[in-house]
């Protein structure tokens, strides 16, 4: 069968949808607690740099941790209105890497992944509970809930993110600061 993106055909969903055999689980929480109440405010600025094609994103934190954390959630937030997203559970992400552009790339890619596939996260906090700078590990817990076209809509897509667009900068001061270009 080809398989046509541009097809009318719901023959070419299913066989991509089948591909995707890597479904993340989602997982309802009851009784939310104090920790996964809190949200903390996104640290990022945006540059669109041509309308219809290139975004470029920048996240920054005090470390490492927290500035992949602030760039993954940017990416969200351009997306979506925040505030339209509540916490209902949570799926994991796990990525590995050859070195951190390579780690925050397959990162990203994962939470493309989710957010296009099952369970179609929406995303409104991350929390990378193992980062492991030495072999280019991390494990995350992205709370959100599942898309609900009534309330989570968009006029924006995202296509694809370059690894070779990936930055990692530390300022003098010790700020870690991410960028990464989303084509759309």
Not at 28 to 52: A, F, Q, T, W
Not at 99 to 127: C, S
Not at 165 to 175: K, T
Request: hydrophobic share 35%; net charge negative; charged share 30%.
């Amino acid at each position: 069968m080809d398989l046509d993106p541009q097809s009318e055909d719901s023959e070419w969903f299913e066989a991509v949808s089948e591909t995707l055999a890597f479904e993340k689980e989602f997982v309802i929480i009851e009784n939310l607690g104090p920790e996964e109440r809190l949200i903390p405010h996104v640290k990022y600025s945006m540059d669109v740099r041509d309308e219809l094609v290139e975004v470029e994103f920048c996240g920054w934190g005090d470390c490492l941790k927290e500035s992949f954390e602030q760039a993954a959630q940017a990416m969200y937030a351009h997306l979506y209105d925040l505030n339209t997203i509540e916490i209902k559970g949570y799926c994991l992400v796990e990525a590995e890497g050859r070195d951190l552009a390579d780690l925050f790339y397959r990162f990203v890619d994962e939470l493309q992944f989710a957010l296009g596939g099952a369970p179609h996260l929406v995303v409104r906090k991350i929390v990378i509970q193992e980062f492991d700078e030495s072999t280019f590990l991390l494990r995350a817990k992205c709370y959100g809930e599942k898309y609900d076209p009534k309330r989570h809509q968009s006029s924006k897509s995202l296509e694809t993110i370059l690894k070779e667009n990936v930055r990692i900068d530390r300022s003098p001061e010790g700020q870690y600061k991410v960028y990464y270009i989303i084509y759309s």
